[in-house]
C-alpha cells in the first residue's frame, strides 16, 4: 500500500515554492512573508511523517516514478524521486529540523530588513535537501546536489556587507566543489561502465551488491573514491574540513540547519545511498573509515582551544561527521544513519541554544560569557540536554547511537574503535569546557542577558525532548531501527563492554570539565603552561588555513599573474609585430569613417572575383 | 501551409527592410529609431519561434528549405579536350535544420535583447540602428545559408557593422579593438575563401556525360558538396583520362589542408588559443549592446561553422584530429579560467571565461559521439544567452558607476538589490550550476568526451572549479562586502533594463531545467555524421 509516497514530490515542492513566491514578491513581503516559507515548511513535515508512517507501520513497497529529463540518441536522461525507508527517515529528518529552524528564525530574524530574503533562501535550501533525498538516480541527485551547496553558500553570505561573511560563502562554496568535481567525475565514469548507462539506485544495487563483476574492481574503487570525495567535501571530512567552521559567519539558524539536517547530511547520505558500491571495494571502505577515525579525532582535539561558541560546535559536527563516515567504513550503514539522525536532533539543539544565548549576550566568545544559567533557564537546561547528547552520556540519544558506532568498529578493527574512544573523550571535555564557562560562574561581561521569546524556545523544547528520546529506536537492547533501515534480521548486538566503556569515557570527560572549568579543582592553565606550542597549534587548527593558502591560492594567483603576462607580451605580442610590420593595412583602417564601407565592399568584391576566375582558370594552379 | 511562405528569407530580410526604414527617419527622433530597430528584431524572434513550434525532426530537418538559382557563369570551356561545358551557379539556398535552429533561436533572442540594451547608446543613433540591423541580417544569413558562397558572404557581412559598431561607440581603446578585430577576421577569411575554394573546385561540382564530352557544373551548394565527399564513389564514373591534368579529385593532402584552414578560420572566431586576444579586445571595448551580441552570438558562428563544414564535410580529418581539438579545448578552458581568476577589470573576466566556456564546446566537438555534439551546441546557446544577459548587466552598471574596475565596486546589493541579484544568478549560471542552463552543455560536452578520452576530460573538469573561483570573485566583488559612499545612492534597473534580463534568466533557468526544449530539436541533426565516425571507427 503506498498512498502518501506517490505525493512525496511535493515534498520538495512546498518550499520551492515559497522561494519562488518570496523571491518575486522581493522585500515588500515583509514579515507576513515570511510565514509563507514555515508554512510551507510544515506542509513538507505533515507529509513526510505520512510518508514515514505508512513505511513503519506496513509493509509499504519502495516507490518511485521518473521523468525523461533529456533525450541524446537512444540514451534517456531522466529525472525521478524514490521513496525506502532510508529517503523517508532522512524526509522526516530534514522537514522536522528545517521546520524547527524556520520558526525559530520568525524570533531570530525578526529585526532584519532583508527577513523574506532570508526564509526564501531558506525555503530552496530545504527543498534542494529534499530533492537530493529523494532524488532515484545519481545525475538528479547531483542536480541538487549543487543547489544545496549554493544555497548554502547565499545563507552563509546573507550578511553580504560584512567582508568575513563573503570570504567564508566564496569559501564554502569553492572548497565543497572540489569535492563536487569527484562526484561528477564519478557519474561520468558510471555512465559510461554501467550496462545501459543507467544512473539511477537500484540499478546500481542490482549491479554492484550481487558482486556480479560487470565493472572491474579498480574502476569500482576509483568510482567509490571519487563519490566520498564529494562526501568528503560536502561533509566537512578532512582535508576538505576548512569551509564548515567558517560557514558560521552565516546567521546562526543557518548554521543550524547546514549542520544539523541539510549540507552536511548530504554527504554521509551519498555515501549510504550508493553504499553497494562502497561495498563492492575493500580499499574504499578502508579509505572511509580511516578517513572518518582521523577527522573524528583530529576535529575534537581543535574543538579543545576554541573560543568562539559556534566554532566549538562546527568542529564537533566535523568531529561527529567523522563518526558517521568510520559507521560507514567499517560497514555499518545502519549505524550512521542512526547516529545521522540523532545528531541531527541534538547538534540543532545546541546550534539554536548558541544562536539564543548570542540573541541574549551580544557575543560569541564564550570567555565572555558566564552565569547564564541563572538568565536564560530554558536556553541553559535544553543546552545541557544537548551537551550531553553529544558528549554520549546515557541514557541521551548520542550515547546510543556513538555506541553502535563503536560498537561496529571494535568488530572491524579496534585501532579505529580506539581513536573512536579517545576522541569521544575529547567531545565530553570541551563540552563540558563549554557548557560550564557559559552557563556557570560568574558572568564576566555586564550585558543585560535575557531569555529569548518562546517563539525560540519552543523550538529548543521541542528538540530537547527529541535529543533525549530518539536514540531508544535503537539499543543493544533493540534492534528495531537497523532491521526497518536494512530490512536484515542479523544486526549486530552491542557488547556491555563497549556500553561501559563508552559511558565511562564520557563521564570522565565531563567531570574533567566540572573539575576544570566548575569546580576550579585543577588550574586552566595546566597544559597550555607546560605545552604552549600544542596549544597554539590546536588554537590555529592546525594551521591548515595557511598551508592551503601556501600550497594552492598563491601558486594558482602567482600562475595566473605568469600567464597574465604571456598572454599580453608574447601572444598579443607577436600579433601586435605583426601588425606593425603590415602598417599599411594599419594607416587604412585607422581612418574609421572616410569611406571605408565601399573600401571593404570592394575587398569582398574582388575577393569573389578571384573566386571566379581561380575555378575558372583551375589548370593554372 | 507554412511551407509556402518563405518564411526563412522573411527572417533573413526583415532586419534589412528595418535597416532601410532607420535610414528614412529624421536621425535626432532617437525613440523611434530604438522602436524601429527593435520592432524589425523582433519581426525575426516571433518567425523563429514560429519555426520551433512547428519544425520536426524526424522529417529529416529539411522541411524548411529555399532554393533559387542566383547566377549562372560559363566558364572557358577549352580547359580539356573531355569537357564539353563548364557552369559555375551562386545559389540562393537557406534551409534549417536541427543545428542551425538553435543558433537562430539565440540569435534572434540575443539580437532583440540587445536592441533593448541599445538605450545606453548616447551618439549617432541613426547609423548605429542601421549598422546593428545590417549585423543581424549577416547573422541569421550565416546559420541559413546552405551555399558555401553565400555562407562567406553573410560571413563577411557582419565584420563590416562590427568594425564599425566597435570603432564608433566603444569604449577608450575603440579604434585600436575594432583594428584587431578587423585584421583578424581578415585573416580568418581569408583562410576560410581558401579553404572553400579548394572544396568547391575539387569536390563541388556535378558531372554529366554530354555529347562533347563532360558537363561540369560547379557550385558552392553545401549538399552537392556533402553528397560528393561523404561518397567514395562520388565521381567513379569520371575518366581520368578524358579530364586530363585536371585533378578534380579531392586528395588527401588537399582535404587535409582544407581542414586546417576550416579550424584557423573558425578557431579564430571561436576564439581557440592563441588566437584570442582580439576578442579580449571587443570584449572591452566594444559598447555592451554589442558585445551581447560579439560574445553571445558571433562566436557561436564559429563553433557552426566548424561543425557545419569541418565536422560533416571533412569528418575523416575531425575524426583523426579529435584528440588534437580535445587538447585545445583543454588549454583553453584553463588557460581561459586562471587568467579569468587575475583580471582586474571585469569586462576582462567574462572575456577570459568566455575563452574558457568555448573550450567546452570544443571538449564536445572532440567527442565524436551525440551527446557530446549536442553538448557543444547546448553549450554555445547556453553560454550565449549567459553572456548576453552578463554584458546586460554590464552596460547597466557602467551607466550608473561610471566604471567596471573591480577595486572600484563593492557592496552594491546593497544599493541595487535587483541587478545585484540578476548578475549573481547571471555568474551561477556562468559556473555551472546545475538547475540553469551552462551546466547541461557543460555536462553533456564532459560527458560525451569522457567517453573516448577520460584523462583529458577529467583535466578540462577542473575548469568548473576555476569557474566558481573567478566568478564568485568577480560576482562578490561587485555586489558584497561594504559599499563605497558614492555607490549608495544609485538606482536601480529601470523597467526597460529590467526586461531584457528577466527575459534571459528565465530562458536561462529554462533551459536549466527542462533541456529537452532545445535537445529534441537536435535528435536527428548528427545522424550522417555520426554514420561517417561509426565507419572510420569500424574500417
Redesign the interface.
Known amino acids: 500500500m503506498t498512498v502518501f509516497a506517490e505525493y512525496a514530490w511535493l515534498v520538495p515542492v512546498f518550499p520551492v515554492a515559497a522561494f519562488a513566491v518570496l523571491i518575486a514578491m522581493?522585500?515588500g513581503a515583509g514579515r507576513p512573508g515570511a510565514w509563507i516559507g514555515t508554512l510551507a515548511t510544515l506542509l513538507s513535515l505533515i507529509l513526510s511523517l505520512c510518508i514515514a508512517g505508512e513505511r513503519i507501520s506496513g509493509k509499504a513497497e519502495d516507490y518511485s516514478a521518473h521523468y525523461?529529463?533529456?533525450?541524446?540518441?537512444n540514451?534517456s536522461l531522466s529525472a525521478g524521486y524514490e521513496v525506502t525507508n532510508l529517503t523517508s527517515l532522512m524526509l522526516v529528518i530534514v522537514t522536522l529540523v528545517s521546520f524547527l529552524v524556520n520558526l525559530y528564525s520568525q524570533g531570530y530574524m525578526r529585526d532584519d530588513d532583508r527577513m523574506p530574503t532570508f526564509f526564501a533562501y531558506m525555503g530552496l535550501f530545504t527543498g534542494s535537501m529534499l530533492g537530493l533525498v529523494l532524488a532515484d538516480n545519481l545525475l538528479t541527485m547531483?542536480?541538487?546536489w549543487?543547489?544545496v551547496g549554493?544555497c548554502s553558500f547565499l545563507l552563509v553570505?546573507f550578511w553580504?556587507?560584512k567582508?568575513e561573511?563573503?570570504a567564508a560563502?566564496?569559501k564554502a562554496?569553492?572548497v565543497t566543489?572540489?569535492g563536487d568535481?569527484g562526484l561528477?567525475?564519478a557519474i561520468?565514469?558510471l555512465?559510461?561502465y554501467m550496462p545501459n548507462h543507467a544512473l539511477d539506485f537500484s540499478t546500481l544495487h542490482n549491479v554492484f551488491a550481487t558482486q556480479s563483476g560487470v565493472i572491474a574492481t579498480g574502476i569500482t574503487t576509483w568510482i567509490a573514491l571519487l563519490i566520498f570525495l564529494g562526501a568528503v567535501g560536502k561533509s566537512g571530512q578532512f582535508p576538505l574540513h576548512v569551509w564548515l567552521p567558517d560557514a558560521m559567519e552565516g546567521p546562526t539558524p543557518i548554521s543550524a540547519l547546514i549542520h544539523a539536517a541539510t549540507m552536511v547530511a548530504a554527504g554521509v547520505f551519498l555515501v549510504a545511498r550508493t553504499f553497494d558500491i562502497f561495498q563492492a571495494s575493500p580499499a574504499a571502505m578502508h579509505t572511509v573509515a580511516i578517513i572518518g577515525a582521523f577527522t573524528a579525532i583530529f576535529a575534537a582535539t581543535i574543538g579543545l582551544a576554541q573560543n568562539d561558541i559556534k566554532r566549538i560546535l562546527a568542529y564537533s559536527t566535523i568531529s561527529q561527521l567523522g563518526y558517521m563516515m568510520l559507521a560507514l567504513g567499517v560497514g555499518s550503514m545502519p549505524a550512521a544513519m542512526f547516529h545521522l539522525f540523532t545528531h541531527a536532533f541534538f547538534k540543532a539543539l545546541l546550534f539554536l541554544g548558541a544562536g539564543s544565548i548570542i540573541h541574549g549576550v551580544h557575543t560569541q566568545d564564550i570567555r565572555e560569557m558566564g552565569g547564564l544559567g541563572r538568565k536564560m533557564k530554558t536556553t541553559a537546561w535544553t543546552f545541557g540536554i544537548g551537551a550531553l547528547a553529544l558528549s554520549g552520556i546515557p541514557p541521551f540519544a548520542g550515547f546510543w547511537s556513538k555506541d553502535a558506532i563503536l560498537t561496529a568498529a571494535l568488530d572491524k578493527q579496534p585501532i579505529l574503535f580506539v581513536v573512536g574512544a579517545v576522541a569521544a573523550f575529547f567531545t565530553a571535555l570541551y563540552m563540558a569546557r563549554l557548557f560550564f564557562l557559559v552557563f556557570t560562574g560568574n558572568p564576566r561581561n555586564d550585558s543585560h542577558a535575557h531569555e529569548s521569546p518562546a517563539v525560540m524556545t519552543i523550538p529548543l523544547v521541542v528538540l530537547a525532548v527529541l535529543a533525549v528520546v530518539a536514540g531508544f529506536v535503537q539499543t543493544p537492547f533493540n534492534g528495531w531501527f537497523a532491521e526497518w533501515l536494512t530490512g536484515d534480521k542479523a544486526v549486530e548486538h552491542g557488547s556491555g563492554l563497549v556500553m561501559v566503556v563508552s559511558a565511562a569515557i564520557g563521564l570522565l570527560g565531563v567531570y574533567l570539565g566540572w573539575l576544570i572549568y566548575a569546580k576550579g579543582a585543577i588550574r586552566r592553565d595546566v597544559v597550555s603552561s607546560r605545552m604552549p606550542g600544542l596549544v597554539k597549534l590546536l588554537e590555529n587548527k592546525y594551521y591548515i588555513d595557511e598551508l592551503y593558502h601556501l600550497l594552492f591560492v598563491k601558486p594558482?594567483?602567482a600562475?595566473?599573474?605568469v600567464?597574465?603576462a604571456f598572454?599580453d607580451y608574447v601572444?598579443?605580442g607577436v600579433?601586435r609585430l605583426a601588425?606593425q610590420s603590415?602598417t599599411g593595412?594599419?594607416r587604412l583602417?585607422?581612418r574609421?569613417?572616410s569611406g571605408?564601407?565601399q573600401a571593404?565592399?570592394l575587398t569582398?568584391l574582388i575577393?569573389?572575383v578571384i573566386?571566379?576566375l581561380?575555378?575558372?582558370?583551375?589548370?593554372f594552379w | 501551409m507554412i511551407e509556402n511562405i518563405p518564411i526563412l528569407s522573411f527572417i533573413l530580410l526583415a532586419p534589412l527592410v528595418g535597416a532601410l526604414l532607420v535610414l528614412l527617419l529624421p536621425k535626432q527622433r532617437s525613440g523611434w529609431l530604438r522602436i524601429t530597430a527593435l520592432v524589425f528584431s523582433l519581426i525575426p524572434l516571433a518567425l523563429c519561434l514560429w519555426l520551433f513550434a512547428s519544425y520536426q525532426p524526424g522529417a529529416g530537418g529539411t522541411a524548411f528549405t529555399e532554393h533559387y538559382t542566383w547566377l549562372s557563369i560559363p566558364l572557358n570551356k577549352d580547359a580539356s579536350q573531355g569537357i564539353a561545358s563548364m557552369l559555375l551557379h551562386f545559389d540562393y539556398h537557406l534551409a534549417v535544420d536541427g543545428i542551425s535552429l538553435p543558433m537562430l533561436l539565440l540569435t534572434s533572442i540575443v539580437s532583440s535583447m540587445a536592441a533593448m540594451a541599445s538605450v545606453h547608446i548616447r551618439k549617432r543613433w541613426k547609423m548605429y540602428y542601421v549598422l546593428f540591423l545590417l549585423l543581424e541580417t549577416g547573422m541569421y544569413g550565416v546559420f541559413l545559408a546552405r551555399d558555401l558562397i553565400l555562407f562567406f558572404i553573410f560571413f563577411e557581412i557582419t565584420l563590416i557593422p562590427m568594425f564599425f559598431l566597435i570603432g564608433i561607440w566603444g569604449y577608450f581603446g575603440r579604434e585600436k579593438a575594432a583594428n584587431r578585430f578587423l585584421v583578424y577576421n581578415g585573416l580568418g577569411s581569408a583562410a576560410m575563401l581558401l579553404a572553400f575554394l579548394i572544396l568547391i573546385a575539387t569536390a563541388g561540382f556535378t558531372a554529366a556525360q554530354a555529347a562533347g564530352g563532360y558537363q561540369l557544373d560547379f557550385s558552392g551548394s553545401y549538399d552537392v558538396l556533402l553528397k560528393n565527399l561523404s561518397d567514395p564513389n562520388a565521381y567513379a564514373n569520371l575518366d581520368p583520362a578524358k579530364t586530363g591534368d585536371l585533378g578534380l579529385h579531392l586528395s588527401n593532402n588537399l582535404k587535409w589542408g582544407a581542414f586546417v584552414l576550416l579550424l584557423i578560420a573558425f578557431g579564430i572566431k571561436i576564439p581557440i588559443f592563441p588566437f584570442h586576444t582580439w576578442m579580449l579586445r571587443v570584449h572591452k571595448e566594444a559598447p555592451p549592446s554589442i558585445v551581447m551580441i560579439h560574445s553571445g552570438v558571433l562566436l557561436k558562428m564559429g563553433v557552426y561553422g566548424l561543425i557545419r563544414f569541418g565536422a560533416f564535410l571533412l569528418p575523416a580529418q575531425l575524426h583523426s584530429w579529435s584528440t588534437v581539438l580535445a587538447v585545445l579545448g583543454v588549454i583553453n578552458i584553463l588557460y581561459g579560467a586562471i587568467l579569468a581568476c587575475v583580471q582586474k577589470e571585469f569586462k576582462l573576466v567574462l572575456a577570459y571565461s568566455s575563452v574558457s566556456h568555448m573550450g567546452i564546446v570544443l571538449l564536445g566537438i572532440a567527442s565524436l559521439n551525440e551527446i557530446g555534439l549536442q553538448g557543444a551546441i547546448y553549450q554555445s546557446v547556453s553560454h550565449g544567452l549567459i553572456s548576453a544577459l552578463l554584458f546586460l548587466i554590464v552596460g547597466s552598471l557602467y551607466e550608473r558607476t561610471g566604471t567596471t574596475e573591480l577595486d572600484d565596486l563593492g557592496g552594491l546589493a546593497k544599493s541595487v538589490p535587483f541587478l545585484s541579484g540578476i548578475l549573481l544568478t547571471a555568474g551561477l549560471a556562468s559556473l555551472g550550476l546545475p538547475g540553469l542552463s551552462g551546466f547541461v552543455g557543460e555536462f553533456l560536452s564532459f560527458l560525451g568526451l569522457f567517453g573516448s578520452m577520460k584523462w583529458l576530460t577529467a583535466v578540462g573538469v577542473l575548469g568548473i572549479l576555476f569557474a566558481a573561483v573567478y566568478v564568485l570573485r568577480s560576482v562578490l566583488g561587485i555586489t558584497f562586502g561594504p559599499i563605497q559612499d558614492r555607490l549608495t545612492e544609485i538606482k536601480d534597473a529601470r523597467f526597460v533594463e529590467a526586461v531584457p534580463m528577466i527575459a534571459l534568466t528565465a530562458l536561462i533557468i529554462l533551459l536549466g531545467v527542462y533541456p529537452s526544449i532545445l535537445t529534441d530539436l537536435m535528435q536527428h541533426g548528427f545522424t550522417g555524421l555520426l554514420e561517417q565516425f561509426t565507419q572510420r571507427a569500424g574500417g
Open positions: 522581493g522585500r525523461h529529463w533529456l533525450q541524446v540518441g540514451i547531483y542536480i541538487f549543487e543547489l549554493v553570505g553580504f556587507h567582508p561573511a563573503k560563502a566564496k562554496f569553492i566543489r572540489i568535481l561528477l567525475i561520468l565514469l555512465f559510461w594558482l594567483y600562475l595566473g599573474k600567464l597574465n598572454d601572444v598579443d600579433v601588425g603590415a593595412l594599419g583602417n585607422a574609421l569613417q571605408q564601407v571593404y565592399t569582398a575577393g569573389l573566386l571566379a581561380a575555378i575558372a582558370g583551375r589548370r
